[in-house]
């Protein structure tokens, strides 16, 4: 998916990708809050890189004109890489991340019984 970004917009990935890969992961058994977000993060790496970068169109568009291409597509690099590393090592993300506190399955909701209060009497008003 990532070598798809070098050549379609994130839409398009989204639009080719899931549909078929999807299914395919839940029955592998693959987490599909993390297989969601492997594919955010890849999606999101389009914007990162040439020939379809474009978040390095919109620097290029608002920076000075001494800053050369090159400077801002190198600049990129680091985060791309980045980006590569916790698709591939996902532990680094979740490292400092405590386990949930998981609720015990004895565990019972009791609701105390409330007493409706005494039905209201209405009187109309007499047309004396």
Not at 42 to 59: D, W
Not at 70 to 98: F, H
């Amino acid at each position: 998916m990532f070598f798809l970004a070098l050549f379609l917009d994130f839409f398009e990935i989204a639009f080719i990708i899931l549909p078929p890969l999807a299914p395919v992961a839940s029955k592998l058994g693959i987490d599909l809050i993390w297989f969601g977000v492997l594919l955010c993060v890849n999606m999101q790496t389009s914007f990162m890189h040439p020939p379809f970068g474009f978040a390095l169109f919109c620097l290029r568009g608002i920076a000075r004109p001494e800053v050369k291409s090159s400077d801002i597509y190198w600049g990129a690099l680091p985060w791309v890489a980045m980006q590569v590393i916790l698709v591939y090592w996902p532990g680094l993300v979740t490292y400092w991340v405590e386990p949930p506190n998981l609720v015990s399955p004895d565990f019972k909701l009791e609701i105390p019984q409330i007493e409706p209060p005494p039905p209201l009497s209405f009187d109309p008003p007499s047309n004396k």
